[in-house]
Nanobody, 120 residues
Framework: QVQLVESGGGLVQAGGALRLSCAAS????????MGWFRQAPGKEREFVAV????????YYTNSVKGRFTIFRDNAKNTVYLQMNSLIPEDTAVYYC?????????????WGQGTQVTVSS
């Protein structure tokens, strides 16, 4: 069984920054891609970023490119999302997930989510 626990959400002014963390249980963390997704009020959940398990290569949705960075520490079973230059449109519940297909972003385990609110 895999458990994912996010932390680091909160309220921030536009232009500010937050770092989200996702701690994963399970010994197979290092062989899976990990991703971040978000769901804004009244909208469907959307992909934000994914990081490859091996070479650490990452892919981002266009709206966050240049502002967000995903990185991981396999020794700590933790994946992070550094969010800079936040805008009100980034307001959402952010979820980390274990990604079983790096290219389609299909995920099989999800965290409970952490709220990020960006005020204008």
């Amino acid at each position: 069984q895999v458990q994912l626990v996010e932390s680091g959400g909160g309220l921030v002014q536009a232009g500010g920054a937050l770092r989200l963390s996702c701690a994963a249980s399970g010994r197979t963390f290092s062989i899976y891609a990990m991703g971040w997704f978000r769901q804004a009020p009244g909208k469907e959940r959307e992909f934000v970023a994914v990081i490859h398990w091996g070479d650490g290569s990452a892919y981002y949705t266009n709206s966050v490119k240049g502002r967000f960075t995903i990185f991981r520490d396999n020794a700590k079973n933790t994946v992070y999302l550094q969010m800079n230059s936040l805008i009100p449109e980034d307001t959402a519940v952010y979820y980390c997930a274990r990604v079983i297909n790096y290219y389609t972003h299909e995920a099989d385990y999800w965290g409970q989510g952490t709220q990020v609110t960006v005020s204008s």
